[in-house]
């Protein structure tokens, strides 16, 4: 599970980075990954304390070319994927996604894609309020028809098995059909 930390946790970490200490052995007594913790540092190298602060929900997509952009900055510079990570404000896993899928099959994958139903997948259309009522009228007539159905199946099997044990009482053998 993932734990929030508040910015005086935060904070708290890093100094004891800047103090001498390994990001890695501060990371495992926090029980958080190294990589989260170095981007704590980059973003509080950046940005201050403001780089610290919690952020709400991204709203904004990144465009093919920003995300091409990105990607070649950190193709052609020596920043690392948490520096970029800190400049960008964006999580470094969402980084090296993009730099694996650029890598492993091309720039394209990265142009986003319409986010609809998956494939094989119908989306229904909302019915009116009248369509509703007479879809509910004719599934309740569908439902008792089967019910009645139903009824009749059991009861040609009760019928079926009452002949059986009358035969059976008279020495008939039981009919294969």
């Known amino acids: 599970m993932r734990r929030n930390f508040s910015v005086e946790e935060k904070m708290s970490a890093i100094g004891l980075v800047f103090q001498g200490e390994s990001a890695r052995s501060v990371s495992r007594r926090l029980h958080l990954g190294h ?10 190298k950046l940005r201050g304390i403001e780089g610290l602060k ?4 991204r709203q904004r997509r990144l465009s093919y070319e920003e995300k091409c952009r990105i990607i070649r900055e950190y193709q052609e510079s020596e920043l690392t994927l948490c520096q970029l990570s800190a400049k960008y404000d964006i999580a470094s896993s969402v980084l090296a996604n993009w730099v694996r899928l650029a890598e492993r099959k091309g720039f ?3 142009m986003s894609k319409k986010r609809g139903p998956k494939t094989g997948m119908v989306r229904m259309k909302r ?3 009248d369509e509703c009522e007479k879809e509910n009228e004719r599934l309740r007539k569908e439902n008792e028809r089967l019910r009645l159905e139903n009824l009749l199946l059991k009861k040609v099997r009760a019928l079926v ?5 009358r035969n059976r009482a008279i020495g008939r053998k039981p009919s294969k059909n």
Request: a negative charge; charged letters at 40%; glycine letters at 4%.
């Open 35 to 44: 990589h989260i913790l170095y981007e704590w540092i980059e973003s509080y």
């Open 161 to 165: 098995e009452e002949r059986e044990a």
């Open 54 to 57: 919690p952020k709400g929900k």
């Open 108 to 110: 394209e994958t990265l």
């Open 127 to 129: 019915l009116s309020k």
